[in-house]
């Protein structure tokens, strides 16, 4: 059954995919863009949301990425080679986004349910070359109306995407509408302000700086990677305060000290953390490779 796209604000839809989000800006019979797309293997179900929007045949002017993690960059390639479109991102994501660097690793020291989980999420490579574009400065092509915010802190080249007349906001992954940190958060996908993707924020500093940035823009619409997206009538207010208490969690890789990059990808990373998850892992099947064997000795003893 084909996903519908959810109308959050005039000509903005919303389409869930999986626990990441993907966005469309424009109308039926007109240009319109897509904005992020979603985990590897997901390229169908956004095309067929598409056609049930726009129209059987029709193809969006531009994709545009907030950044280059596999959760948002998962589908691109497919979709620019199905429907024949560039594909824009910030050139500080470009080494990302072509195989020439990958990003910081994550930390998954940094703790909560994102955290550990981020252990097991497999490392992945995306070389957009062939289709890749870089963004011109403040504009968002063939989205009138629309400006793209440098916002970096969760990746170098992160961005946000604003409209002023209405000031809906599309913020990636500079924040979140629910709390991935809570393992009830990351189940229920209740709506809150909240950082967003934690052990993959490699510049805390940075994403402090991004969020009171975005506050200052006083949304009325708030659309994030991550989460249900927020429209009330005190969200300017929620988001000032949100920023205010915004803060780097209290231990992890990029805690106190950034990754350093350039245009070319990694330059140097803070030493990596103890993880105790893996060694007790080990130890645990240590443990119970022991236990098993010793049964199997005592039944050959017993027999």
Not at 70 to 99: C, I, Q
Not at 153 to 162: M, N, T, Y
């Amino acid at each position: 059954m084909t996903k519908l796209i959810t109308r959050i604000a005039p000509d903005v839809g919303w389409l869930p995919i999986s626990f990441a989000n993907v966005y469309f800006i424009g109308r039926p019979g007109g240009k319109w863009i897509v904005v992020d797309s979603g985990l590897p293997g997901r390229a169908r179900e956004i095309m067929e949301a598409a056609e049930a929007r726009f129209g059987t045949g029709s193809r969006p002017d531009a994709i545009i990425l907030t950044h280059g993690h596999t959760d948002h960059v998962g589908s691109a390639l497919t979709l620019a080679k199905n429907w024949d479109v560039f594909v824009y991102a910030h050139r500080l994501e470009m080494p990302y986004l072509t195989g020439k660097s990958p990003y910081p690793p994550p930390d998954p020291t940094v703790g909560g349910a994102i955290g550990f989980l981020s252990r097991f999420f497999p490392a992945r490579s995306h070389d957009l070359e062939e289709h890749l574009h870089q963004l011109q400065p403040g504009k968002v092509p063939a989205a009138a109306g629309w400006k793209w915010i440098a916002t970096p802190g969760h990746s170098p080249g992160h961005i946000s995407l604003f409209r002023s007349s209405d000031r809906v906001l599309l913020a990636g992954d500079a924040f979140a509408t629910m709390n991935m940190d809570s393992w009830s958060g990351l189940v229920t996908g209740k709506q809150r302000l909240a950082r967003a993707g934690t052990p993959f924020t490699m510049d805390w500093e940075a994403a402090k700086s991004s969020v009171r940035e975005l506050a200052r823009l006083r949304p009325n619409v708030v659309g994030c990677g991550h989460g249900i997206p927020m429209c009330e009538p005190d969200l300017p207010e929620k988001v000032e305060k949100f920023a205010h208490r915004f803060r780097a969690p209290r231990h992890g890789r990029y805690a106190r000290r950034p990754a350093q990059t350039d245009e070319n990808g990694i330059v140097d990373l803070p030493p990596a953390p103890f993880d105790v998850v893996p060694l007790a892992t080990a130890a645990s099947l240590v443990l119970a490779g022991i236990a098993l064997g010793a049964g199997y000795l005592d039944d050959k003893r017993r027999s």
